[in-house]
T-cell receptor, first 115, second 117 residues
Framework: AQKITQTQPGMFVQEKEAVTLDCTYDTSDPSYGLFWYKQPSSGEMIFLIY??????QNATEGRYSLNFQKARKSANLVISASQLGDSAMYFCAMRERQGYSTLTFGKGTMLLVSP | DTGVSQDPRHKITKRGQNVTFRCDPISEHNRLYWYRQTLGQGPEFLTYFQNEAQLEKSRLLSDRFSAERPKGSFSTLEIQRTEQGDSAMYLC???????????????FGPGTRLTVL
């Protein structure tokens, strides 16, 4: 079974609108961390936001927020007020306590922001 | 620039040749990771170093692959007898020792894109 599932291969949004990128995960580890990375066409992975499994509040970083629903095992990324520069691949990733050193990534969602 | 650097950025080679990639992590980071990313996929973990010790290896890392981090600073990833299936982006990341066990952000380099003809 896949540990990280991103069901949206591509998403389109107009500039200044909000968009939600879906991510569900599978783990039996009670302690884990969830990450979102952005990968523009240049290839570099850019860290966006982190949510720990024991965090009581949803993480926020500027225009990025994470809608963390632990019971549903989902960690959706919300981007508010989309900008043209947000066009990129977005990856959800998980680090489990058992395999504490490594990240397991989903297949990604391509986001295209139009003017 | 004090980010993670990788060299070369692009490598084209013929099947059967050996290739070596280099990664220079952020200087104060003692954890270093290698990932492979094929087209349309997310990065897949290959191996992990804590200082000079290689602590984890994925089953993706066949015996044609070897990684070193001899002095706990830069790392090299060598692929022997390359195959067309080795064509991918090879990403290096580094992170500091985590004081908070769960939050250990990995900083990625720009990657080395390998094409095996």
């Amino acid at each position: 079974a896949q540990k990280i599932t991103q069901t949206q291969p591509g998403m389109f949004v107009q500039e200044k609108e909000a968009v939600t990128l879906d991510c569900t995960y599978d783990t039996s580890d009670p302690s884990y961390g969830l990450f979102w990375y952005k990968q523009p066409s240049s290839g570099e992975m850019i860290f966006l936001i982190y949510q720990g499994s024991y965090d009581q509040q949803n993480a926020t970083e500027g225009r990025y927020s994470l809608n963390f629903q632990k019971a549903r095992k989902s960690a959706n990324l919300v981007i508010s007020a989309s900008q043209l520069g947000d066009s990129a691949m977005y990856f959800c990733a998980m680090r489990e306590r058992q395999g504490y050193s490594t990240l397991t990534f989903g297949k990604g969602t391509m986001l295209l922001v139009s003017p | 620039d004090t980010g993670v650097s990788q060299d070369p950025r692009h490598k084209i080679t013929k099947r059967g040749q050996n290739v070596t990639f280099r990664c220079d992590p952020i200087s104060e980071h003692n954890r270093l990771y290698w990932y492979r990313q094929t087209l349309g996929q997310g990065p897949e973990f290959l191996t992990y170093f804590q200082n000079e010790a290689q602590l984890e290896k994925s089953r993706l890392l066949s015996d044609r692959f070897s990684a070193e981090r001899p002095k706990g600073s830069f790392s090299t990833l060598e692929i022997q007898r390359t195959e067309q299936g080795d064509s991918a982006m090879y990403l290096c990341a580094s992170s500091p020792d985590a004081s908070l066990a769960d939050y250990n952000e990995q900083f990625f380099g720009p990657g080395t894109r390998l094409t095996v003809l």
